[in-house]
């Protein structure tokens, strides 16, 4: 019995000098791996390898373009807002893509691609992402060989970023290319990558365009003309922040600061009004064969404008929004200014709109300078007219007489009322 006990303790002293052999190399073990990470953490080697993993794993300081605020007319009909468009790149680099799988399904995808985008055909598009992924095999090569010279030279990676569709195109159409052959599976397996970006979309087409304007193509440059140049500052909203993580080997976008939209603008435009005023200043301008014409048509009660239209004539002889003729046309203001006349003389209380005064023939002579009427070759003595017949007819010899009735002793006085109906004052327009 004592020998068996005696027996048992040997064997309890071997297992725990054991045991203590194993500990003491784990904690070792533990203080390597402490002391390893502290190192990394802390020494420019552990920098250098972070920002190695960190080039490897994640791209940053990308730009989240905000959504460009709408232009609206008085009731709410958009006239200009913003649509997502989406370019359509493959990522032949794709963790997920196998070569085997790309050849088995490229030839449905060509076909697909081509009866939804016949820019192409089926045998250019399999060329194109055919050569795509080439690209990648001589890259992959070129990388292999460098490592085994031992040559630190960077081999520049183009197809990772491979165009496939020429021109951009909608939400609905992305989402049905992502059901087309090979397309349809992950994006680290396919390697398809949409790229959005935003687009100016006027829904009334070209009504009203050069007072609401233009944006560069680049929209991110902003207004170009108009409404959209003018209100810049207010509907191009401010951009945000985002980085692209690897994540369970696939790519994702992770917002830093998220963009802010741009803010809408709701103008004075009447659409009804606006495409009458067009229509109209457009068959006067094919009737009369002018170089231009501009109308507008304003809510006097208000001075908001209800319509505004600026119409050149082409080389192929029809006419179409061109220069702001409105806002940046100069010239002497002829029989326009005979309503200043009136409106100073009204409000001064020199006439009323029943007053009368005597035209004749349509002569009248004033300091040695003769007047004259439209009509004055006629010789037909016309009498009277009132000040309100004399303006609808253009009447040079009523406005002067006007003129002379109320300030031709005191023509500062006829300065003055044009200062204070601020005829005078400079103009801010909302259409550069």
Do not use: C
């Not at 029943?354 to 003769?370: A, E, H, I, K, P």
């Not at 009447?395 to 601020?422: C, D, Q, T």
Request: aromatic fraction near 10%; avoid cysteine; glycine fraction near 8%.
């Amino acid at each position: 019995m004592n020998e068996k006990q005696e027996q048992n303790k040997k064997t309890e002293k071997v297992l725990l000098a054991r045991y203590g052999v194993i500990v003491t190399l784990l904690m070792l073990f533990a203080a390597m791996i402490i002391f390893t990470a502290g190192r990394l953490a802390f020494s420019s080697e552990g920098r250098k390898w972070r920002e190695v993993g960190e080039k490897e794993t994640v791209i940053r300081d990308r730009v989240i373009l905000p959504e460009r605020g709408s232009i609206y007319t008085h009731d709410g009909r958009l006239l200009a807002t913003t649509e997502p468009l989406y370019s359509i790149y493959m990522d032949f680099w794709a963790d997920g893509m196998e070569k085997d799988t790309l050849y088995k399904y490229v030839g449905e995808l060509s076909h697909a691609l081509a009866d939804k985008f016949p820019d192409r055909t089926a045998a250019q598009y399999k060329r194109v992402i055919l050569n795509g992924w080439k690209m990648r095999e001589e890259e992959q090569r070129q990388i292999r060989e460098n490592r085994e010279r031992g040559i630190d030279k960077r081999v520049p990676i183009r197809s990772r970023y491979v165009k496939i569709l020429r021109r951009d195109i909608s939400y609905l159409d992305l989402k049905e290319i992502r059901t087309f052959p090979f397309w349809n599976q992950r994006s680290n397996r396919s390697g398809l990558i949409a790229e959005e970006r935003n687009a100016r979309k006027k829904p009334f087409g070209n009504l009203a365009t050069r007072t609401v304007g233009s944006v560069f193509k680049d929209l991110d440059k902003g207004g170009a003309s108009g409404l959209e140049l003018k209100y810049d500052s207010l509907l191009r909203g401010v951009p945000g922040v985002k980085f692209r993580q690897k994540i369970q080997g696939k790519w994702m976008d992770v917002v830093e600061k998220p963009a802010e939209a741009g803010w809408d603008i709701v103008t004075t435009l009447d659409a009804e009004i606006q495409d009458i005023t067009e229509r109209a200043l457009r068959e006067k301008l094919l009737e009369t064969e002018a170089e231009s014409g501009t109308a507008i048509i304003m809510e006097v009660k208000s001075g908001e404008i209800k319509g505004i239209a600026n119409l050149d004539r082409m080389s192929n002889g029809d006419y179409a929004e061109g220069n702001p003729n409105a806002f940046s046309y100069m010239n002497e203001p002829g029989s326009t200014f005979k309503t200043v006349t009136v409106m100073v003389a009204l409000d001064d209380g020199v006439v009323t709109p029943t007053d009368s005064f005597y035209v004749g023939n349509g002569l009248f002579q004033y300091n040695r300078r003769w007047v004259r009427d439209h009509y004055w070759r006629r010789g037909q003595d016309r009498g009277y007219f009132t000040v309100a017949e004399g303006l609808a007819i253009s009447s040079n010899v009523v406005m002067s007489k006007i003129a002379l009735k109320g300030y031709e002793h005191h023509p500062e006085k006829f300065v003055e009322g044009i200062n204070r109906i601020g005829l005078r004052k400079q103009l801010q327009w909302d259409v550069p």
